[in-house]
């Protein structure tokens, strides 16, 4: 049996490499490393797929989360709504920026922001929220974008574990995540369902006037060559990712499917198991399971976490910390703040391998091991 890894990522590029190779090549034989053709094409690529307006690549996820706030003009002191409950990057932009990160609860079925808390911590101050399709669930668009709409306020997607997604509105429309907020943010970090060979990210949106303060800010806030309008930073996709990134995006629903095969055999699995919850799959979208994570109420999960080390399998605890308890945050009064879920939830989960490259007798060993020290 083929070792057991998170991800895959040299199996998946040896069923690819012809193609990846010679695209490769090709920007280094043209040595149009920056803002190449490749980059132009990714970005129409992407506009097809997600039926989106604009899409504007960048040199990562971050960057996308701190380019959308800047271009959104929220200003120092301006509160955020955000799940504590996600990957430090999407509240750490907050912080950067001068603003106020609000952490919220999380919904103990989706692990997604918890509508029904974004009321109680809206302010006068509040800005925006900034919801995150964590492990590739969408939270509840419908009932945040109408609460933004209610409160006039700017709703950032952060959709780096959900790229591909469907999300049905409740006027009947099926739309991607990620395009559904004023800004969505995605990263090509490699192990993301839509991975690049180094770092990357894209932001989407359907407003022109954003589209066009969004390029000007990633690109030192320059309108044109050498004349520069607002403070911007450097943030830049290049050639070579890009290249890398068109090929992969024409396999991203087989990508997708491949990841649905491996939940939906875990599923199974595990469904009836005494005291292991898996993923809910909410009916508004399409989980597209950028991480397999099982709820563990009864089972030790820090003792199934060193029982599959010690037989080769390896699981991951995202997130052993949630944000409003990490030191960065010290300062920002977020230490006196009761998230039982979140706090539960951290204590709880587990993630499984699952990737595009899954076998069988891999899929038999995981789930076997894992019934070994769980019991039936
Ligand atoms: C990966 C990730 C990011 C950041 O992306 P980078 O490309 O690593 O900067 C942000 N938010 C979430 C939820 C992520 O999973």
């Known amino acids: 049996m083929k070792r057991i890894q998170m991800v895959d990522l040299v199996g998946q590029y040896e069923k690819i490499k012809p193609a990846i190779d010679e695209a490769i090549w090709n920007v280094i034989n043209n040595a149009h ?133 469907n999300y049905h509105l409740t006027d009947g429309t099926v739309v991607k995540t990620g395009t559904i907020g004023d800004i969505g943010c995605t990263s090509f970090f490699p192990s993301k369902n839509l991975g690049c060979y180094g770092d990357g990210g894209a932001l989407f949106t359907n407003n022109d006037d954003l589209a066009n303060k969004i390029k000007m800010i990633a690109n030192h806030g320059q309108s044109k060559k050498y004349y520069h309008d607002v403070v911007g930073c450097n943030s830049r996709l290049d050639s070579i990712q890009a290249a890398v990134l068109q090929i992969k995006l024409r396999q991203l629903d087989n990508y997708i499917d491949a990841r649905r095969e491996v939940a939906a055999y875990y599923d199974e699995f595990f469904g009836p198991m005494n005291g292991v919850q898996i993923p809910f799959r909410s009916s508004d979208s399409k989980h597209v399971f950028h991480q397999y994570t099982l709820t563990l109420d009864g089972p030790n999960r820090d003792g199934l976490n060193e029982y599959l080390a010690s037989r080769d399998v390896p699981s991951m605890i995202y997130y052993p910390v949630p944000a409003h308890r990490q030191k960065m945050f010290a300062s920002f009064g977020a230490e006196n703040l009761h998230l039982q879920t979140t706090d539960w939830l951290t204590e709880r989960v587990i993630s499984l391998p699952i990737h595009t490259e899954m076998q069988e007798e891999q899929l038999e060993y995981i789930t076997k091991t894992i019934e070994e020290y769980i019991g039936k």
Request: hydrophobic fraction near 45%; charge should be negative.
């Open 33 to 165: 490393f920056i803002n190449g053709p490749e980059v132009s094409g990714l970005k129409e690529d992407l506009e097809q797929y997600l039926h989106v307006k604009h899409v504007i690549p960048c040199a990562n996820g971050t960057d996308a989360l701190q380019i959308a706030m800047m271009a959104l003009g929220l200003q120092p002191g301006d509160e955020v709504i955000t799940p504590s409950f996600t990957y430090i990057a999407t509240t750490e932009v907050i912080a950067l920026l001068g603003l106020k990160p609000i952490f919220v609860e999380v919904n103990k079925d989706t692990f997604c922001i918890d509508e029904k808390e974004i009321e109680n911590a809206i302010t006068p101050k509040t800005k925006a929220i900034v919801p995150v399709h964590l492990f590739g669930q969408a939270a509840n668009m419908n009932a945040i974008m109408e609460i933004a709409r209610k409160n006039n306020l700017f709703v950032i997607e952060d959709n780096a574990q959900a790229l591909g997604s």
